[in-house]
């Protein structure tokens, strides 16, 4: 179990984070949800560490990650940022660096498995020669998903991970992060703004709206009114087939 406990975070003085609270179990996938601004991203770096807390607490297994140095941390936690750039490193190199927590001097045959299995899996072989600086933009995302699995993390947060992919990729590379995270008991934290895609991969959904937690449930909480209210627009959330869908019904005039 993952714990996070009243986060309250603040750019300078401005508080952008209030009494977030929440709980996920291992294996599974968490949508976090909001409109742009209202503070995914940075939840996702004060889990992370990147920024400090002003109040909190965060536990996996027990474990209070507040207390453990940057590599016991980057055994547990790996994250994948909105942004990504390349750089002058081949795909195979980028993707090794997710081994780094667990190597001591040189990388061992272990890691090299580890490292060529997730290239195999996420589709890169053809490019894993290649630099990073000259792939396209879905597929440096792909790379850095690879690189934060061969962590292989107990907990993965993904930053719009889908944002630079085609349908098709948006569709297998979560697929790939669900199949890897119910496999190998990794929870995921996802920020998305893509709420179908949510629906389809995720288990349980979390609003953000006002600094705070609104909502946080499995796919009951995902109502027109909830997404209504957080998103400010009015949607119609219907069922295909059993399969939910939210479709957005900007009102007559607003486009
Ligand atoms: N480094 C920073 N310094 C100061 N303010 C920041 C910084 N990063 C983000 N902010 C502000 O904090 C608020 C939350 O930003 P954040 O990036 O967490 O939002 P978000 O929900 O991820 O948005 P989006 O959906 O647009 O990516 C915004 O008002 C943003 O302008």
Redesign the pocket.
């Known amino acids: 179990m993952i714990k996070i406990n009243n986060i309250d975070f603040s ?2 003085s ?1 508080k ?1 984070l209030e009494n977030i609270s929440f709980d996920i179990l291992e294996n599974n996938l968490i949508a976090i949800l ?10 996702l ?1 004060c889990i992370n560490g990147i920024n400090t807390l002003e109040k909190g607490t965060i536990y996996i297994s027990g474990q209070d990650v507040l207390a453990m140095n940057r590599k016991e941390v980057a055994k547990r936690i790996a994250y994948v940022a ?1 942004k990504n750039e390349g750089s002058r490193v081949t795909v195979f190199d980028t993707v090794l660096l997710g081994r780094r927590p667990y190597i001591k001097w040189d990388a061992s045959d272990e890691d090299i498995k580890i490292v060529d299995k997730i290239i195999g899996q996420m589709g890169l072989e053809e490019f894993k020669l290649r630099y990073i600086d000259e792939i396209s933009g879905g597929e440096l995302q792909k790379v850095m998903l690879a690189r934060a699995l061969a962590q292989q993390p107990r907990l993965l947060l993904l ?2 991970p889908t944002s630079n992919l085609d349908p098709k990729n948006q569709y297998e590379v979560l697929s790939i992060v669900k199949n890897i995270s119910k496999s190998n008991n990794i929870a995921v934290i996802i ?1 998305i ?1 893509d709420l179908n895609l949510a629906l389809r991969y995720c288990d349980r959904f979390l609003f ?1 709206k006002n600094k705070s937690v609104y909502s946080y449930g499995g796919i009951e909480v995902m109502t027109n009114d909830n997404i209504e209210f957080v998103y400010e627009m009015p949607v119609s959330v219907q069922s295909f087939n059993g399969v939910r869908m939210v479709i957005p019904m900007p009102q007559t005039g607003s486009l």
């Open positions: 750019y300078s401005r952008i909001g409109n742009n601004g209202a503070g995914k991203s940075t939840l770096k909105q930053d719009e920020v703004h953000i």
